[in-house]
């Protein structure tokens, strides 16, 4: 089993995640997440980009801006190869205690409609769908809103 480590992003990471957001999230949409974009959120100090590495390799990332009553997961994804190692828990958890250390109770995000494994996952750490906005991305697809409040605990069997 390979040990991950999180980390903050660097500029230097912002291509090689422009990149996994294209082929991870973004997958039939226009590219919206580009090196700039992502670069702009790992210098706003009111935004954290977090990277999962192991060695050189970054095996997954996540970025969430925060606010003073609501914090946004903007994009989260791993690596394929990486899948099933507990690397988002890891990134979610690491941001939500951010969160909740900030006084920032409530994170928000959204996700493809189509994307069940993403909902399955994101209830499973105590997510609720709060609404779906169609044609959310690029009038393609729908969303679904999701989000928690990091003063509940998980639910027992996300616990870990």
């Known amino acids: 089993m390979q040990d991950y480590r999180l980390e903050p992003a660097r500029i230097a990471d912002a291509a090689r995640l422009a990149a996994m957001s294209h082929a991870l999230i973004e997958s039939g949409l226009r590219p919206a997440w580009g090196a700039a974009r992502i670069g702009w959120y790992v210098r706003h ?7 999962a590495r192991s060695d050189r390799t970054i095996a997954g990332f996540a970025i969430m801006r925060y606010a003073d009553e609501l914090a946004h997961l903007n ?24 969160a909740l250390t900030a006084g920032t109770f409530i994170i928000g995000l959204e996700l493809r409609a189509q994307n069940v494994p993403a909902q399955d996952f994101y209830r499973a ?4 769908e709060v609404g779906r906005v ?8 729908a969303a679904i809103r999701m989000e928690r409040d990091v003063r509940v605990s998980r639910p027992t069997a996300a616990r870990s």
């Open 134 to 141: 169609p044609g959310y991305y690029q009038g393609i697809e």
């Open 125 to 128: 750490l105590g997510y609720r």
């Open 75 to 98: 994009l989260l994804a791993v690596d394929p190869a990486h899948r099933r190692r507990g690397i988002a828990r890891r990134l979610v958890t690491w941001l939500e205690e951010t």
């Open 45 to 51: 100090p009111e935004s954290v980009v977090l990277t």
